[in-house]
């Protein structure tokens, strides 16, 4: 994990560790869960919090943003701490290779939550 002040957020993936997900297309709507917790392992409540999501091709345009504030992130859990996306069907249908990165991005607390890379390919 990682620690960024002023939250002290970290979790699984880091600057050192990236979160990487495989999305698989289908009809279904795809989403992500990230689980946000402190240096502790104590959640990090994010119910109040802005965040972006930003995904870019490889050539490091950006393919999707989603955002809290236009409900394609959410926020839950027993704590508000568990970020997911709410991502259509339509937004997956480009097979191949992707990053990403999570922030939070209110005054004051902007940083990076989670980031790594998203493989979008056919199931199994």
Same mark, same amino acid.
Request: glycine share 10%.
């Given at each position: 994990?990682?620690?960024?002040?002023?939250?002290?957020?970290?979790?699984?993936?880091?600057?050192?560790?990236?979160?990487?997900?495989?999305?698989?297309?289908?009809?279904?709507?795809?989403?992500?869960?990230?689980?946000?917790?402190?240096?502790?392992?104590?959640?990090?409540?994010?119910?109040?919090?802005?965040?972006?999501?930003?995904?870019?091709?490889?050539?490091?345009? #950006? &393919?999707?943003?989603?955002?809290?504030? !236009? /409900?394609?992130?959410? +926020?839950?859990?027993? *704590?508000?701490? %568990?970020? @997911?996306?709410?991502?259509?069907?339509?937004?997956?249908?480009?097979?191949?290779?992707? #990053? &990403?990165?999570?922030?939070?991005?209110? !005054? /004051?607390?902007?940083? +990076?939550?989670?980031? *790594?890379?998203? %493989?979008? @390919?056919?199931?199994?």
């Amino acid at each position: 994990g990682f620690t960024v002040a002023p939250l002290q957020a970290s979790g699984t993936g880091s600057l050192l560790n990236p979160t990487n997900i495989t999305i698989y297309v289908s009809t279904a709507q795809p989403h992500y869960t990230w689980p946000i917790v402190d240096a502790a392992s104590n959640p990090v409540d994010l119910a109040a919090a802005s965040l972006t999501l930003t995904v870019k091709r490889q050539d490091g345009t #950006t &393919y999707l943003t989603l955002t809290k504030a !236009a /409900g394609g992130l959410t +926020v839950g859990g027993v *704590g508000s701490n %568990e970020v @997911t996306e709410q991502r259509t069907a339509a937004a997956v249908a480009d097979r191949g290779a992707y #990053t &990403y990165e999570l922030r939070r991005t209110d !005054a /004051g607390f902007e940083q +990076v939550l989670r980031y *790594g890379a998203i %493989e979008i @390919t056919d199931p199994p």
